[in-house]
Structures are given as structure tokens and as C-alpha cells.
């Protein structure tokens, strides 16, 4: 026995076919219809205006930031500097090569630090500045011409959401900008909402959030790309991503359909499958 297969459900498979084509091409004329000004920083429109309130708002702005002194908080870790007193310092030769989180002296989370020959002294809500001179008054009942200078080692901020490299993100002066961070961390991804970018800081109870739309040049001058340490920017997925993430959701039950609809692309050329004997076919031929 022999058979043979009539392709009848031709046209049924190209109907499928021209189906999965259609919903393809919906999908990727879908994701291209963003609009291109969605991944292009300071798009908006520049007018002597707008230049006119930038420059005004950067100064402004770098005013507020020449003014700004990070207060000492616990769990900062700081470099003491005791001047001709290497001994009563942090900065030695083991502090160089010790871990990164265990350099320096700890501010408890009562807000003292333990140092050698003074002992146990409040520096929390103080500038590195106005610590450095209390310890210097305390360290003068012991030493002649005490000097003391501290720097935070710990200094970061977090940078979370659509970045390529998410994680904390070390800064050297009081503040630190937006910009720095994003590219610290690698820049963001072509899923990153430009326009709504977060910037948290404050305390768990009492958070302050501000909105940073880096799609416009006016932000250059409103003062919001400053960041402070400890603060936390967060990059939110676009339009785009969301999308992307409903089709991956939705793949489960569009691969159930192919898997329907191809078995019954496959009944249908059974039903159109004939069978004969070969010495019908052969009669045939003598005829």
C-alpha cells in the first residue's frame, strides 16, 4: 500500500502563515512607533528663554550646592588625619590595604566614635569640618598644637532600575551629580523612562522624592541633578519595556494556539489523504 498526500491545506497553511506574519509585524511596528526624542537627553526645543532660565537656575542651583556640607551620620566611616601623630591616625599603611568597608573608624549607630587616647565622642549631625575641631579641642589636653582633619570614605549613592549596571555608586565631594551616576553605572538602557527619573532621599519614614525629566534642558538649571549622599535614583522602565513585558507573559498561550492550530493544519491534510493499491494502478497502465 501506498500513499499519497493531495495539498489541499495549501491554502489553509499560507492562511496561517499570513496570520503569524501579520501579528510579527504588529509587534515590531509596535515597538518602532516610540518615538525617537524618548532616548535623546535635552531634546526640547532651546529659545533665548529657556537659555536665559537655565543660566539663572545653575546659579541659583550651584549656589545651594557650594552651601551644602554633608553632616556625619552612623555608619560613616572616616579617615582621621592627627597632625605629627601618625600613631592616633587612620591613614597608615594597613588602612591602605585593608577592605574597602573596613577602612577608617565607624560612627556608631548612636552616633559616637571610639578613638585612641580620647575615647568615646558624639560626631553625628556634625560637618566633617566642625568634627575635625572638636576633636582637635579634645585632642589638646593631651598634644600640643593638635590638628585633626576627617574625611568620609563612605560617600554614595544608589542607582537602581534601567542602568545596564545597577548597584552604589561612590562619590568624592559633599554632592555628586545625576549624570555621573548614570554613567558610573554604565548608562541606561534603551527601556529607560528618560523623562521620569526618581531621586529619593530623606528617611525611610519621612522619604523625599523628586522627579528629574532629563528629555528637557530646562532641568539643567532646576537644581534636581544634584544628588546627595546616600540618595537613591531610580530609573523606571518605559512604555516600551511594559509592552515587552506583557508579550513575554502572553507567549505561554500564543505558543498553545500554533501548537492547536498545527494540529489541526495536520487533520486536515489526513482527511485529504487517499489510498489505493498498486495493481489498481497497474490495470491502469495495461488500459
Wanted: glycine share 6%.
Amino acid at each position: 500500500m501506498i500513499k499519497t498526500t493531495k495539498i489541499k491545506g495549501s491554502s489553509m497553511k499560507y492562511k496561517y502563515v499570513t496570520i503569524a506574519s501579520i501579528l510579527a509585524i504588529s509587534i515590531f511596528m509596535g515597538g518602532c512607533s516610540s518615538k525617537s526624542s524618548q532616548y535623546v537627553l535635552f531634546s526640547d526645543k532651546v529659545t533665548d528663554a529657556t537659555t536665559s532660565e537655565v543660566a539663572q537656575g545653575m546659579n541659583s542651583s550651584s549656589m545651594l550646592v557650594d552651601n551644602y556640607e554633608h553632616k556625619l551620620v552612623p555608619n560613616n566611616r572616616l579617615s582621621i588625619l592627627v597632625f605629627n601623630h601618625p600613631e592616633l591616625s587612620t591613614r597608615d599603611v594597613r588602612a591602605q590595604v585593608a577592605p574597602a568597608d573596613e577602612r577608617g573608624a565607624l560612627i556608631d549607630r548612636d552616633g559616637t566614635i571610639n578613638i585612641p587616647l580620647v575615647g568615646v565622642v558624639r560626631i553625628a549631625g556634625l560637618t566633617a569640618r566642625e568634627a575635625g575641631d572638636l576633636l582637635s579641642r579634645e585632642y589638646s589636653r593631651y598634644i600640643k598644637n593638635a590638628h585633626v582633619t576627617l574625611e568620609v570614605l563612605n560617600k554614595r549613592v544608589y542607582v537602581l532600575g534601567e542602568v545596564r549596571n545597577p548597584g552604589r555608586v561612590n562619590i568624592i565631594e559633599d554632592t555628586g551629580n545625576i549624570l555621573e551616576a548614570i554613567a558610573s553605572s554604565g548608562g541606561m538602557t534603551n527601556f529607560a523612562e528618560r523623562s521620569s527619573i526618581k531621586i529619593i532621599r530623606g528617611t525611610q519614614r519621612n522619604p523625599i522624592v523628586k522627579t528629574v525629566n532629563l528629555t528637557q534642558l530646562s532641568s539643567l538649571g532646576s537644581g534636581n541633578l544634584t544628588l546627595q549622599p546616600n540618595d537613591v535614583v531610580y530609573i523606571q522602565p518605559n512604555k516600551l519595556r511594559l509592552r515587552n513585558m506583557a508579550i513575554e507573559e502572553a507567549l505561554p498561550g500564543i505558543n498553545i494556539v500554533q501548537s492547536i492550530l498545527g494540529a489541526l493544519f495536520t487533520g486536515k491534510q489526513l482527511t485529504n489523504t487517499r489510498i489505493f493499491n498498486v495493481s489498481d494502478f497497474t490495470n491502469f497502465q495495461q488500459q
